[in-house]
Structures are given as structure tokens and as C-alpha cells.
């Protein structure tokens, strides 16, 4: 059975940094990985979506990797604003049957 | 036009209550699907339609019952209700599906049930 992991369950860090969220699962055969944001008490907006065929995606301040192999994905974000300051979801779609598994969730806190 | 709108944003309802949900998209998306989160929680699946047929039921109460009058449209008919059916309740639609494409999510309906 699926399991997708997301560590840590939320993170602190000051303005301007650099900084990577985690996404691990436990079975490789998926066929698409993305990645979501969700503001508190609001809808989901895609960030990037990852084929099982490709190594990263890009979009603006974002990069998201992909390693089928050893089951991981993370989610780079460059020059951190307050404004990024929301719960990131990694959800995976598996190959057999389509489902969307989702992990827990990061809780990011920019510090101005 | 990238949007999936839904309505009401916030609906509080007694438990003999009958109410509906709307959600709405004009990106030419053929999945729809309805969501139902609790606080702190991911997103579980409800009901997915393809192509306006619903082709998954993830086996949710019958108090609940969809519907996909056509192509754009989505609703969840809600009926005795109860009070651990409140949470945040969200559409989504894809290219085509089920979750082989890049999901695209509404605001989500406040859901209360006193």
C-alpha cells in the first residue's frame, strides 16, 4: 500500500533563504507526482506536476525533483518571501489504478 | 480562464436540512472531481466524474449524492447531514481523468452542520 511522507510537519525560516520541503513514498510505480499549495481555511493551487518520466520541473522561484528510484521529491523554493507562508501537500498518482495518494502536508512559516 | 469556481462559500445546515453544492469550470476539463477535508488533514476523494459519468465512488454515504448535469457543471446534493459531515468541501477538475492530469481546485464550501 502507498504511503507518502512528508517531513518535517512544518518549518520556520527567516525571509530571503533557500529552502527544500520533502516528499518520500514507499511504492515507485506512479505515474505523476505534484505538488500543492493550500493557504489556511482555502482551495489547493497546483504548484508543478512532475511526470514519472522526468527529473524536475520549474516554475518561477520553484523546482521540484523527481527520484522514482528511491522514492523521493522535493520541492525547492529560491529567495523565500512572506507570501509563500502556507501548507505545502506533495500527492502522488499511482500507476495501477489511478488514485491520488496525498502526504500530511509542510506548514511553512516565512519570517519577515 | 483557469478558474473553478463553487458556491456557496460558507453554508451552515441542521441536520434535516437538503442543500446543494455548485462548482463550475469553463477550461473544457471532462473530470470533476469533489473532495472533503477535515482541518490539518489532506484532501480525501468523494466522487469522481469522467466525462459526466461518475466513474468513482469512493464508497461515501448515501446523504451525499452528486451529479454532473453537463460538461462544466458539478453538484453535491447534501441531505441529513451530520455534524462530523463539516468540513471544507472542494472540487477540482482535470484535462481529461481520472488523475492522470494536472488537478485544478476551487476555493472550497465551508460546510457546518449543527
Known amino acids: 500500500k502507498q504511503e507518502v511522507t512528508q517531513i518535517p510537519a512544518a518549518l520556520s525560516v527567516p525571509e530571503g533563504e533557500n529552502l527544500v520541503l520533502n516528499c518520500s513514498f514507499t511504492?515507485?510505480?506512479?505515474?505523476?507526482l505534484q505538488w500543492f499549495r493550500q493557504d489556511p481555511g482555502k482551495g489547493l493551487t497546483s504548484l508543478l506536476l512532475i511526470q514519472s518520466s522526468q527529473r524536475e520541473q520549474t516554475s518561477g522561484r520553484l523546482n521540484a525533483s523527481l527520484d522514482k528510484s528511491s522514492g523521493r521529491s522535493t520541492l525547492y523554493i529560491a529567495a523565500s518571501q512572506p507570501g509563500d507562508s502556507a501548507t505545502y501537500l506533495c500527492a502522488v498518482t499511482m500507476d495501477s489504478n489511478y488514485q491520488l495518494i496525498w502526504g500530511a502536508g509542510t506548514k511553512l512559516i516565512i519570517k519577515p | 480562464d483557469t478558474e473553478v469556481t463553487q458556491t456557496p462559500k460558507h453554508l451552515v445546515m441542521g441536520m434535516t436540512n437538503k442543500k446543494s453544492l455548485k462548482c463550475e469550470q469553463h477550461m473544457g476539463h471532462r473530470a470533476m472531481y469533489w473532495y472533503k477535508q477535515k482541518a490539518k488533514k489532506p484532501p480525501e476523494l468523494m466522487f469522481v466524474?469522467?466525462?459526466?459519468?461518475?466513474?468513482i465512488n469512493e464508497s461515501v454515504p448515501s446523504r451525499f449524492s452528486p451529479e454532473c448535469p453537463n460538461s462544466s457543471l458539478l453538484n453535491l446534493h447534501l441531505h441529513a447531514l451530520q455534524p462530523e459531515d463539516s468540513a471544507l468541501y472542494l472540487c477540482a477538475s482535470s484535462q481529461e481523468g481520472p488523475f492522470t492530469y494536472e488537478q485544478y481546485f476551487g476555493p472550497g464550501t465551508r460546510l457546518t452542520v449543527t
Open positions: 511504492d515507485s510505480a506512479i505515474y505523476n
Open positions: 466524474y469522467s466525462y459526466e459519468k461518475l466513474s
